[in-house]
T-cell receptor
Framework: DTAVSQTPKYLVTQMGNDKSIKCEQN?????MYWYKQDSKKFLKIMFS???????INETVPNRFSPKSPDKAHLNLHINSLELGDSAVYFC????????????FGQGTRLTVV | DAKTTQPTSMDCAEGRAANLPCNHS???????VYWYRQIHSQGPQYIIH???NNETNEMASLIITEDRKSSTLILPHATLRDTAVYYC?????????????FGAGTRLFVKA
């Protein structure tokens, strides 16, 4: 069973559209994250949730809205998509927000055309 | 900004030990050193972490200098499947939790 799963794996959409990426973890972890990896391959944290509560928001445009219906899920909704949003988005989870390792999903490659 | 510096790339012969260095001269006393790797087109994979003592697990060993300003990840017998980007990370305390800030990493090429 996949520990951290994201859907879809690939997403191609037009500028201006609204799209969502879903993430689920079956590890019983309390903390979940969204990271963005751009074309230069830098991984940047976007959000962190602990038990459905937002704890880290890294100056991400408010077109990006994470939603955590329960602690096993952290979805990412993006409004009015722009070309610069094209990237690979990784979801991750960890047991808590402290010094524990994070487990990453396989990524969602978003291409905005 | 990442608190670590690593060489951009390294080569290693298959079957030999791969030693990946990392500098983290501004590390604070309660900040751990983590290592992850990312194999092409996959999500990052946790390898090991430590505070001040050397650590070993089934994947690798982590050697941290006594002053904690640098560390070395050792893959004892590198295989072709170990070709990846290796990230050395110092987790930064943040309100409500810690942030894992990735730098550029070291691209390790394991050659037959």
């Amino acid at each position: 069973d996949t520990a951290v799963s994201q859907t879809p794996k690939y997403l191609v959409t037009q500028m201006g559209n609204d799209k969502s990426i879903k993430c689920e973890q079956n590890l019983g972890h309390d903390t979940m994250y969204w990271y963005k990896q751009d074309s230069k391959k830098f991984l940047k944290i976007m959000f962190s949730y602990n038990n459905k509560e937002l704890i880290i928001n890294e100056t991400v445009p408010n077109r990006f809205s994470p939603k955590s219906p329960d602690k096993a899920h952290l979805n990412l909704h993006i409004n009015s998509l722009e070309l610069g949003d094209s990237a690979v988005y990784f979801c991750a989870s960890s047991r808590d927000g402290g010094n524990t390792e994070a487990f990453f999903g396989q990524g969602t490659r978003l291409t905005v055309v | 900004d990442a608190k670590t510096t690593q060489p951009t790339s390294m080569d290693c012969a298959e079957g030999r030990a791969a030693n990946l260095p990392c500098n983290h001269s501004t590390i604070s006393g309660n900040e751990y050193v983590y290592w992850y790797r990312q194999i092409h087109s996959q999500g990052p994979q946790y390898i090991i972490h430590g505070l001040k003592n050397n650590e070993t697990n089934e994947m690798a060993s982590l050697i941290i200098t006594e002053d904690r300003k640098s560390s070395t990840l050792i893959l004892p017998h590198a295989t072709l499947r170990d070709t990846a980007v290796y990230y050395c990370i110092v987790r930064v305390a943040n309100t409500g939790g810690f942030k894992t800030i990735f730098g550029a990493g070291t691209r390790l090429f394991v050659k037959a």
